[in-house]
């Protein structure tokens, strides 16, 4: 199995994703957006993004 290679992907998507967060709220900020309207889109965008996986992950139990 590549377990190994697949764990470090997931860990290298982590700090990228991570790093993303200060810069999108940075930017939010300079575009004149108050921090709770930027924490709220962050908010929509975790719910959206869970969502989706919850979907994929029912077609794809469904193709098992």
């Known amino acids: 199995t590549h377990?190994?290679?697949?764990?470090?992907?997931?860990g290298?998507?982590?700090v990228f994703a991570s790093a993303l967060?200060?810069?999108?709220?940075?930017?939010?900020?300079?575009f004149?957006?108050?921090y709770e309207s930027a924490c709220l889109g962050?908010?929509?965008l975790c719910i959206i993004?869970?969502?989706?996986?919850?979907?994929?992950?029912k077609q794809y139990a469904q193709c098992n």
Request: proline fraction near 3%.
């Open 3 to 10: 377990l190994g290679s697949i764990k470090s992907m997931v």
């Open 12 to 14: 290298a998507i982590g």
């Open 21 to 30: 967060g200060p810069v999108s709220i940075g930017a939010l900020l300079d």
């Open 32 to 34: 004149g957006y108050s």
């Open 42 to 44: 962050m908010a929509l």
């Open 49 to 57: 993004s869970t969502v989706f996986l919850h979907k994929g992950l």
